[in-house]
Nanobody, 124 residues
Framework: QVQLVESGGGLVQAGGSLRLSCAASGRTFSNYAVGWFRQAPGKEREFVGGVTWSGVDTYYAESVKGRFTISRDNAKNTVYLQMNSLKPEDTAVYYC?????????????????WGQGTQVTVSS
């Protein structure tokens, strides 16, 4: 069993930065890929980025590529999402998820465990 807790959300002006953290409990966390997803009001949840269990490979949605960076520290059971050059359209609830992703790190159905989400609001 893995429990995930996101933190670091808040209100920031356009062009600013935030770093989200996803802290996990459970000994198997380091075996899992971790994905970040977001959901804006009235929209479906979408993939933001993901990192493999080793932390070697990262993947990003086109909309955030070059602005967001994912890293993980398995010794601390934590994954980070560094968000720079934030835009108002990045406003959403951000979720981290973990699971034994096999085929598609961007596929939310590959993930077993989800956090409760953290709100990110970017003002113009």
């Amino acid at each position: 069993q893995v429990q995930l807790v996101e933190s670091g959300g808040g209100l920031v002006q356009a062009g600013g930065s935030l770093r989200l953290s996803c802290a996990a409990s459970g000994r198997t966390f380091s075996n899992y890929a971790v994905g970040w997803f977001r959901q804006a009001p009235g929209k479906e949840r979408e993939f933001v980025g993901g990192v493999t269990w080793s932390g070697v490979d990262t993947y990003y949605a086109e909309s955030v590529k070059g602005r967001f960076t994912i890293s993980r520290d398995n010794a601390k059971n934590t994954v980070y999402l560094q968000m720079n050059s934030l835009k108002p359209e990045d406003t959403a609830v951000y979720y981290c998820a973990a699971g034994p992703v096999a085929a598609g790190i961007a596929n939310e159905y590959e993930y077993v465990y989800w956090g409760q989400g953290t709100q990110v609001t970017v003002s113009s």
